[in-house]
């Protein structure tokens, strides 16, 4: 995995074990608190706490500033950071002021485009994109350089990580393509699309595996148990870049609403099951979103709990 | 046919609607016409293809350009008929004609004081 | 070209509503091609804003000229032998033209009729669509000859994002994916290779974030 960084994440897989990541997503508010809660929810059971950045491009308070507070509460959060809000200047000035709160896990976005969000009307940035960016985190930590030439002594130590999506348009081929790019611009982790459609990602998973990616890169699977089977319907219909096939729309239709929630968990504890058999998979990135409190159970039943102590 | 319609149309004959463009319905409202009509042929049965599509379209432009200078978009309108419906031409002639009379004279008339004054009001 | 549209009826009302003597000054140039402001938009305007002015029972005289291009002084200074007997000048060209206007009129009131949209090319008449941000260092040689810097929404130099679906972009079902037409033309060009490579920041000092742009060559000026 190249680079060796302080990241309890990189050490978790670099010893073998499956790594588990879960979200948080901040408030709509100045209130930190509501972070701490939910990073308590689900702190004994995953081995990193991921915060979203401005998440489909609704004005949250910011990634940065929780993940500096998740990181004083001892844990172990993962830095998103989409470039559609922030030139490089402020790009490279965020890496730096997360590395000096000893912030070791890095997540490299593009970002949802603004349109989506309620701030439609604004000017975007894009100055850089998101393998642009995972270049940038790893020219500051490998060579103590900013793009602009300037060098510094005391520099970021991250662990870089970018999404994977194998569900977007125009083909498998192309999304495993990207990947190899990725990896050449120094990702060494990614998170995927939450995974409703096994076929398609296992195609994927074969033809990363074939081409080596596997070992350069650890890939955690994207997990997004349903609530309901309205949640499944929007998910199929309205959201770009996620494919839930029908079966699934239909087995969350078939069971009562009341037991609903329960049969998402279950669909979420079978896929991580089957996943895990699939190589070239180093774990699983648990996406339960305004659902975290569900986060212990899944963990509990995929047999992932409790999470291995690492030396040192 | 000798059909008796009202005597107050002026009939400009073109060789298809498509000839027919904004700036001509314009200027007849300029010129103090109360309303305009554009005829042309049944949609699919034009001779030049496509004249009678554009024709709806510049119609269409009109009616917003004279619902947002004050005079009303109802002032102008398309019709399609084929040359041997005689019958439906004077009907629409005649339907025209009384809804523009219910209008009232082209704001443009009464303003350059062609028109004594607009229907309805009873001169003293 | 520049594509522009004819700017809401209403809003050109608002602005000229007080003049008396208005001149409509139309450009031969892009605003002809892309049927927003040549002498046939000049007439239309003109004729609108005289129904308007009438039936309001104001006497105003508003005329309609249409110049070669708005962008020369040349052409510009065919209008200084009657400017001066107008309130105020609505001009239909591009925003450059327009304002290329006022500078050499500077005391006479300019007001634009179109608006500025984009560089790009004509699909069908009556639709447009963009192709070129002008950032002043084209990388076509590198994408199979699309350009992501106007076809991606997020400018990305090394695309997809995960929102691309159905070959479309996720703002909307209108815009294609500019990276998936990119993949597919690299593809048909046997250039696959070139995709792999990630692609460095861009210097973005010759788009517009380095400040308004000149071009000075040497060798055209004595």
């Known amino acids: 995995m190249s680079m060796e960084t302080p990241s309890k994440l990189q050490k978790m897989i670099s010893a073998g074990h499956f790594a588990v990541t879960s979200e948080v997503g901040p408030p709509r508010s100045a209130d930190g608190v509501v972070i701490e809660q939910k990073a308590n929810l689900i702190k004994d059971y995953v081995d990193a706490i991921n915060v979203t950045d401005n998440q489909t491009s609704v004005c949250r308070l910011c990634s940065l500033a929780a993940c500096i507070r998740i990181k004083q509460m001892g844990l172990e959060p993962v830095l998103q950071m989409v470039t559609r809000d922030r030139n490089r200047i402020a790009i490279q000035s965020d890496i730096l002021g997360a590395a000096s709160f000893g912030i070791n896990n890095i997540l490299c976005l593009t970002g949802d485009h603004q349109h989506f969000g309620d701030h439609a009307s604004c000017a975007n940035v894009f100055d850089l994109d998101s393998t642009q960016l995972a270049m940038t985190v790893r020219m500051m930590r490998d060579e103590g350089k900013l793009l602009g030439g300037y060098e510094f002594e005391v520099r970021p130590q991250m662990y870089i990580g970018a999404a994977a999506n194998p569900f977007a348009a125009p083909n498998v081929a192309l999304r495993v393509s990207r990947l190899a790019k990725k990896v050449a611009a120094g990702v060494q982790f990614v998170q995927t699309q939450c995974i409703y459609n096994m076929e398609t990602f296992k195609t994927f998973m074969k033809m990363a595996v074939d081409r080596g990616l596997h070992e350069k890169v650890a890939i955690l699977a994207g997990i997004t148990p349903m609530k309901n089977v309205g949640m499944a319907k929007y998910m199929q219909k309205r959201v770009p870049g996620i494919d839930v096939p029908d079966e699934i729309v239909k087995r969350m239709g078939g069971v009562p609403k009341e037991k609903q929630p329960e049969e998402g968990i279950n669909l979420a504890v079978e896929q991580i099951e089957e996943l895990k058999e699939v190589e070239g998979i180093r774990g699983f990135h648990i996406m339960a979103i305004e659902w975290e409190a569900k986060v212990p159970e899944i963990v509990q039943r995929i047999g992932l709990y409790p999470r291995p102590q690492l030396a040192g | ?124 | 070209m520049i594509k522009a549209k004819p700017k809401p009826l209403e809003e050109i009302i608002d602005h000229v509503k007080d003049f008396n003597k208005l001149l409509i000054a139309g450009c031969d140039g892009c605003v002809t091609v892309c049927e927003a402001g040549g002498l046939k938009e000049a007439k239309i305007l003109a004729a609108a804003l005289r129904l308007y002015f009438t039936q309001g029972g104001k006497q105003a005289q508003v005329d309609d000229t249409s110049l070669t291009r708005q962008c020369e002084k040349e052409y510009l200074a065919q209008l200084s032998d009657r400017i001066d007997n107008y309130d105020a000048v609505v001009s239909l060209a591009c925003g450059c033209g327009i304002q290329y206007l006022a500078e050499m009129y500077d005391k006479k009131i300019v007001l634009p009729g179109v608006d500025t949209c984009f560089l790009g090319v004509n699909e069908e008449r009556g639709l447009y669509s963009e192709r070129c941000q002008a950032c002043g260092r084209c990388i076509l040689a590198e994408t199979g000859g699309i350009c992501p810097i106007a076809r991606c929404s997020k400018r990305m130099l090394n695309g997809p994002c995960g929102g691309s679906a159905g070959g479309k972009c996720e703002v909307s079902k209108d815009i294609p994916c500019g990276w998936e037409l990119i993949y597919n033309r690299l593809k048909t060009l046997g250039q696959l290779d070139r995709f792999e490579r990630p692609c460095e920041p861009k210097d973005w000092t010759t788009s517009r974030d380095g400040g308004p742009r000149t071009i000075i060559r040497e060798d055209l000026r004595i």
Do not use: W
């Open chain 2, 1 to 124: 046919m000798r059909l008796q319609y009202p005597p107050n149309v002026r009939i400009i004959e073109v060789p298809c609607s498509g000839k027919v463009d904004i700036i001509h319905l314009l200027m007849a409202f300029e010129h103090g016409a109360d309303g305009v009509i554009v005829v042309g042929c049944m949609e699919g049965d034009c001779h030049y293809m496509a004249g009678n599509l554009y024709a709806k379209k510049r119609v269409q432009r009109v009616k917003e350009i004279l619902d947002r200078v004050g005079l009303g978009g109802e002032r102008v309108g398309m019709y399609n008929l084929s040359s041997g419906m005689g019958g439906r031409f004077a009907e629409i002639v005649r339907e025209m004609t009384s809804k523009i009379m219910e209008l009232g004279p082209s704001p443009i008339r009464i303003a350059t004081g062609t028109a004594a004054r607009a229907a309805g009001e009873v001169a003293a």
